[in-house]
């Protein structure tokens, strides 16, 4: 079995808990000069939502479609702002690509019906792309 397959699925397998605190404690690898100071704040921003969302995921199999979409656009834009500093280790976005390959698994509600359409249709091959290691 290829690596980062095998390594999809045991992230799969792990409860919330343990990934929230993998989450904190995961390198960056965002340092250095006053050019990835700006950086290093989102990530600490986008690391801390994500903590909280996931401390308070408690077991449930649902993930709101919005904030999925939302975590994927996140992930793009965090992956061109590492590219445009030149942040060579991508540990912490690796992570994330293979925590949103957790989140595709879940059920997705959307809590209106409206949002629904527009959303899916807005972003109908982000959801696929996603997938892409």
Known sequence: MDESVSLRYSLVKEDWDSIANILLSLDTGVEGSSDTEKLRKKVGIVRHILHGYLTNFNGSEEIDLSFLVGSIKTLEKLENEFDTCG????EFLIFLR???YKLEKQKLIVRKPMERRIELGKHKGAIENANDL
């Open 87 to 90: 942040v060579r280790d991508r």
């Open 98 to 100: 293979l925590l949103l």
